[in-house]
T-cell receptor
Framework: GAVVSQHPSWVICKSGTSVKIECRSL??????MFWYRQFPKQSLMLMAT?????????EQGVEKDKFLINHASLTLSTLTVTSAHPEDSSFYIC????????????FGSGTQLSVL | KNQVEQSPQSLIILEGKNCTLQ??????????LRWYKQDTGRGPVSLTI?????NTKSNGRYTATLDADTKQSSLHITASQLSDSASYIC????????????FGAGTQVVVTP
């Protein structure tokens, strides 16, 4: 079956540093990927929609300069949390739409970010 | 207000017993409804996907139902196992904005020996 790989699965960093999270579709091409944020015991919250070859579309309230998204190929999207602060600590998840199979949406395994 | 409401918020069941989770939604226009299982610290895994015309769909011990008229869905877990302990999330997709999923808050299920 289709697999979406997300890396790293967890990361601890110092306040003020930047962290990059990768989301790869391993056996299919994904023109669209989504990035979510999840706090403990809460729903996933959509942060942005990432389209290959174009700028990401951010949800209201999400700082685009804070959360940089790059979707340079049909199999890779990256989320960079710039100048991370403790309030950015959260669980980040990506999902990918399988091209030509619009109903198929696959989630990555998530990245737990802890900012000290 | 969340357009997808799940109940109960959490439940504890004995291994081997059955349970039913509920999902009510107001998302419109409706495309499909999905149930996901999310283990702690992991991404969601799809259990079922149902469109408007489907009333029931099974995946092993998981059976989902959908009443598109009343905008209600349920997920029934049969003969629960310890590995069923997880958060179960109801997700509704609108035809207006495919991909922008409307997530329920989830039901936390704990299966005890």
């Amino acid at each position: 079956g289709a697999v979406v790989s997300q890396h790293p699965s967890w990361v601890i960093c110092k306040s003020g540093t930047s962290v990059k999270i990768e989301c790869r579709s391993l056996d299919f091409q994904a023109t669209t990927m989504f990035w979510y944020r999840q706090f403990p015991k809460q729903s996933l919250m959509l942060m942005a929609t990432s389209n290959e070859g174009s700028k990401a579309t951010y949800e209201q309230g999400v700082e685009k300069d804070k959360f940089l998204i790059n979707h340079a190929s049909l199999t890779l999207s990256t989320l960079t949390v710039t100048s991370a602060h403790p309030e950015d600590s959260s669980f980040y998840i990506c999902s990918a739409v399988r091209t030509a199979y619009n109903e198929k949406l696959f989630f990555g395994s998530g990245t737990q970010l802890s900012v000290l | 207000k969340n357009q997808v409401e799940q109940s109960p918020q959490s439940l504890i069941i004995l291994e081997g017993k059955n349970c039913t989770l509920q999902c009510n939604y107001t998302v419109s226009p409706f495309s499909n409804l999905r149930w996901y299982k999310q283990d702690t610290g992991r991404g969601p895994v799809s259990l079922t996907i149902m469109t408007f015309s489907e009333n029931t769909k099974s995946n092993g011990r998981y059976t989902a139902t959908l009443d598109a008229d009343t905008k209600q869905s349920s997920l029934h877990i049969t003969a629960s196992q310890l590995s069923d302990s997880a958060s179960y999330i109801c997700v509704v997709v609108s035809t207006d904005s495919w991909g922008k999923l409307q997530f329920g808050a989830g039901t936390q299920v704990v299966v005890t020996p």
